[in-house]
C-alpha cells in the first residue's frame, strides 16, 4: 500500500513536470518563506531573511522544514529541479506511510474492514497526492505527525510503557517544531486520555511528566535561540500578528488578503525591513485588533464565514456573497460525511468518538479568527476519512440487513 502511494506520486511528479517552479518571481512559489529561509541556510547566512534582501535572523517559520529546505538545496543546488524533485519526492513519502496509522486508527476505533479502506482510499487519493507533489511546504507532514499522534493518544487509553510516553513526547516536539499550530490539539488529547486510563484504574502522572520532558528537550534549543537572537522570549514562530490581519480588517471577506503579504506589497515590504519582524508582527497584529474593537459584528459576521469555507471550501474572492462556493462541492461532501460518521460513532458509544470529537473541535478553531485555506484542513483529512468510510459502511450494513429480512423466509 505504501509503496504502491509513493510511487504513484513520484510518477506524477515527473509525469506532470511539478517539480519546474515559475522563475519570475526569483522561485518564490518554491517553499514561499520557507524556500527563503532554505536559501540562506545553503548560502550559509543561517535562519534568516524570509523574504529575502537581507531582512536579518528570523523566526517567522518554524524550523523543521525550512532546515530540511536548506539541507536539500545545499546537497542538490538552490532551486533546482533536482531539489525539487527531491523534496517533493519527501512530501510523497510523508503521504505514503500516512496510509500505516490510518489502518491501525481505523482498526482500533471502528474495525478491521473499514480500516482497511481508509488506508486504500489514502494510498490512492489523488486530492491527498496533489498537496505532496504541488506544494513544497509542510503540509503532508503535518498530517502524518497528527495521525501519529491520535494513534499514539488511542494506545496510552491502556498502555503504560515508558517508551509509548516518550514517543508521545517526541512526535509533540516535533509537530511543535514543523507546524505550532497543531499543538492546539495537545491539551484536549491528554486530557482525553488521562480521563481514559483514569476509568481503568491507570495511573498517568509519571507517563505525562516523562512526555512533557521530551517535548520540552525538543523545542527548548529552538526556544533558546530565539532568546538569543531577538532578546526576548518567541515561542517558535512570530509571525502570527501579519496572519491575523490578513483574516481581519477593511475589505476582509473570510478569506486572505494576500495583497498585504510583504511579498506582494512593497511598502509593507519595506515596512517589514525597517521594523524588523517583531516589530512588524505586533504592529499587524494591533491593526487587526483595533478594527475589531470598532467592527465586532463585522468581526462576528467574517468569523461565521470562515466556519463554513473550512470545512465547506474557500470561495474565490469574486464569490464574496457565497456562503459556501459549490465547486468546492466534494470538499464540503466530506466534511458532511464525517460529521455524519462521527455522529454514528458517538450514538454507537464508541470509545474513541469523544476523541474524533475533541480533535474537530480543537484544531481548526484559530482558522475561525485568521483565515482558512484548504491545506489547514489536510492534518486532519486522515481523521475525516476514517469516519467518512465508517459512515458509509454502517449505511451498506444497514441496507444488507433490510434485503435480509426482504427475502422470502426471512422475519
Known amino acids: 500500500m505504501v509503496l504502491l502511494s509513493f510511487a504513484l506520486q513520484v510518477a506524477a511528479i515527473g509525469v506532470f513536470h511539478t517539480y519546474r517552479f515559475r522563475t519570475e518571481d526569483d522561485h518564490f512559489g518554491f517553499g514561499w518563506e520557507m524556500g527563503r529561509i532554505g536559501r540562506s541556510i545553503a548560502m550559509g547566512y543561517g535562519f534568516s531573511n524570509p523574504y529575502g534582501d537581507s531582512t536579518g535572523p528570523t523566526a517567522w517559520e518554524p524550523p523543521l522544514y525550512p532546515f530540511l529546505i536548506g539541507g536539500a538545496f545545499k546537497l542538490f543546488g538552490i532551486y533546482s529541479d533536482i531539489s525539487a524533485w527531491v523534496l517533493l519526492s519527501i512530501n510523497s513519502l510523508f503521504t505514503a506511510l500516512t496510509c500505516i496509522p490510518i489502518f491501525f486508527i481505523g482498526r482500533r476505533t471502528v474495525g478491521e474492514r473499514v480500516a482497511l479502506w481508509s488506508a486504500w482510499i489514502w494510498a490512492l487519493l489523488p486530492y491527498a497526492m496533489y498537496w505532496s507533489v504541488h506544494w513544497i511546504w509542510d503540509t503532508t507532514l503535518g498530517s502524518l505527525l497528527l495521525s501519529l499522534i491520535f494513534l499514539l493518544s488511542l494506545h496510552l487509553q491502556e498502555e503504560n510503557s515508558r517508551r509509548a510516553w516518550l514517543i508521545y513526547g517526541l512526535m509533540w516536539g516535533l509537530a ?218 454502517e449505511v451498506d450494513k444497514g441496507r444488507s440487513r433490510k434485503e435480509s429480512r426482504a427475502l422470502p423466509g426471512k422475519s
Not at 512570530?238 to 490581519?245: A, M, P
Not at 516589530?279 to 462576528?300: E, H, K, T, V
Not at 473541535?361 to 484559530?366: K, N
Open 176 to 393: 511543535a517544531l514543523s507546524n505550532p499550530s497543531l499543538l492546539s490539539f495537545l491539551p484536549v488529547s491528554g486530557l482525553w486520555i488521562w480521563y481514559r486510563r483514569h476509568q481503568s484504574g491507570l495511573r498517568s502522572v509519571a507517563g505525562v511528566a516523562l512526555a512533557s520532558v521530551v517535548f520540552f528537550l525538543c523545542v527548548t534549543p529552538w526556544l533558546v535561540r530565539n532568546y538569543q537572537t531577538f532578546g526576548r522570549f518567541v515561542f517558535i514562530r512570530d509571525d502570527f500578528g501579519l496572519q491575523f490581519r490578513l483574516g481581519n480588517g477593511p475589505y476582509a471577506e473570510g478569506w486572505s488578503r494576500v495583497y498585504l503579504q510583504p511579498n506582494m506589497n512593497l511598502a509593507e515590504f519595506e515596512e517589514f525591513r525597517r521594523m524588523g519582524e517583531l516589530a512588524y508582527a505586533r504592529r499587524c497584529s494591533n491593526l487587526a485588533f483595533s478594527w475589531i474593537r470598532d467592527n465586532p459584528g463585522r468581526f462576528a459576521g467574517i468569523s461565521l464565514k470562515k466556519f463554513f469555507y473550512f470545512w465547506g471550501g474557500v470561495p474565490r474572492p469574486t464569490d464574496s456573497t457565497a456562503a459556501v462556493d459549490f465547486r468546492n462541492s466534494l470538499f464540503l461532501a466530506t466534511s458532511v460525511l464525517a460529521i455524519g460518521g462521527l455522529g454514528r460513532a458517538i450514538r454507537k458509544k464508541i470509545p474513541a468518538a469523544p476523541l474524533f470529537l475533541l480533535l474537530f473541535l480543537s484544531y481548526p478553531t484559530v482558522y475561525y479568527f485568521v483565515y482558512p485555506h484548504a491545506r489547514y484542513r489536510h492534518p486532519i483529512e486522515p481523521e475525516l476519512l476514517v469516519l467518512v468510510v465508517f459512515l458509509i459502511s
